[in-house]
C-alpha cells in the first residue's frame, strides 16, 4: 500500500476571512478550504508549514493521520479559558503536551504506532469532525480526553509501576460518543478504560434553581461586562459564563484524587481482560453444547444427510458432508459414542474409498486415516 498522510484543520471560534482563505491556498495546490475548514492529502511529499504555526494562526482543531500508525490531535484555546495548572497535571512528555503562543494555549497530543501495519485511508477520512467538541470539554474543564490520552501513554513512556495517575475525571462511566471515537482511533486499552472508570465520580449538573441564586450574585459590573462582551459577538461568551456561574454555585467539575499507581492500574486490566476471556469462552462452550443438543434430536436425520451428499459425488455436497461428519464426530465425544462413530466412518471408508477427493477431504480433517 502506497503512503498517506492527511491533514484536517477546523475553525471553532470563528470562520475564516478571504485573506486567510487564500493565505491557506497558497499551501497546497490541491487544499479548498472552506470558510471553517481545511483538509491536505499527501501520497507522497509533505505538509510545507510546521503544522502547529498554521493551527495557531487559521484555526482551533487539528487532525493529522498518517497510514503507518502516526496520530496527532491539536487544539488550540484562548489563554484566559484554560487553567494551565489544572491541566498541565495530565502532561506526559513529547506525548501529551501543553504549550502557550501569543494569546493562545495549544494542546498537543502525538502517538506513533509504527508498526508496519498499514490502514485503508477511506475508513479513517473526516475523523475530526467527531473530536472536535472534545475541545469544547476541555473548556468547559472536563478533563476526560486527557486523562484517557494519560492512559494511552503508559506503555509509550514505560511510566514506572510506582508513578500515581492523575487526578481521575467525572464522567469516565458515560462516555460520550466523541470520547468513544478517540479511544477507538487512537487505539486505548478498553479494559484499561474500564479498570479507570471505577474510581470516576458523576458529573455534577447545576439545577435550575443554582443558577438562578448563582445570577442573582453577580454584580452589576460584572451583569455590563457579560453584556459588552455579548454585543461585540465575543467567541465562547457562554462558556466564560457558565464557568464564573458554577464557580458562584460552588459546583466544580468533580475529579478523584490520584490514589491507584501505574502498576495497580495496569494488573487490574491484565486481571479483567482474564475474566473477560473466561467469559467469552463459557460463552463459546455454552453455544457449542446447545447445538450439540440440537444435533442430537435430529442425528439420523443427519446420517442420512451424509450419505445423500457424497452420493452426489461433487465437490461443494463432498464439503458439506465432511462438515457434518465433524459435527457429529463432536456429538460422539460429547455423548461418550465414540466407537459407534468410528464404526459409521469405517463403513463409509469401505463403501466410498474409491472416490479419492472424498478421502482427501476425510483424511484432512482426520475423520479418516
Known sequence: MSEYQVYEFQAVDRPLNDEEITAIRKLSSRVRPTRTSATFVYHWGDFPRKPRDVLVQYFDAMLYLANWGAKRLMFRFPKHLIELEEVRRYQVEELIMFSTAGEYVVLDIHFSEEDGEYWDQVEREGSLSSLVRLREDILRQDYRLLYLAWLKAIPYEDIAPEVYEPPVPAGLQQLS?????????????????????????????????????????????????????????????????????????????????????????????????????????????????????????????????????????????????????????????????????????????????????????????????
Open 177 to 369: 460518543a466523541a470520547l468513544q471515537d478517540f479511544i477507538e482511533l487512537f487505539e486505548i486499552d478498553e479494559m484499561l478504560v474500564q479498570v479507570a472508570a471505577e474510581a470516576s465520580p458523576t458529573i455534577q449538573r447545576p439545577v435550575e434553581e443554582q443558577v438562578y441564586q448563582a445570577v442573582r450574585q453577580l454584580s452589576r459590573a460584572e451583569c455590563d461586562d457579560f453584556l459588552i462582551r455579548l454585543a461585540k459577538g465575543e467567541a465562547n461568551l457562554p462558556l466564560a459564563l457558565n464557568r464564573r456561574l458554577r464557580e458562584l454555585a460552588g459546583i466544580g467539575q468533580a475529579a478523584a484524587p490520584s490514589r491507584r499507581t501505574v502498576g495497580q492500574l495496569l494488573a487490574a486490566a491484565e486481571e479483567r481482560r482474564g475474566q473477560e476471556a473466561k467469559r467469552l469462552a463459557a460463552e463459546v462452550e455454552a453455544q457449542r453444547l446447545k447445538a450439540l443438543e440440537a444435533l442430537a434430536r435430529r442425528e439420523a436425520e443427519a446420517w442420512r444427510q451424509v450419505g445423500a451428499l457424497i452420493q452426489e459425488g461433487k465437490a461443494r455436497p463432498y464439503d458439506e458432508a465432511v462438515e457434518l461428519l465433524k459435527q457429529l464426530r463432536d456429538l460422539a465425544v460429547h455423548q461418550g459414542k465414540e466407537a459407534a462413530f468410528r464404526e459409521r466412518m469405517s463403513r463409509i471408508f469401505e463403501a466410498h474409498s474409491r472416490r479419492p477427493a472424498l478421502m482427501a477431504r476425510l483424511r484432512k480433517v482426520g475423520l479418516v486415516r
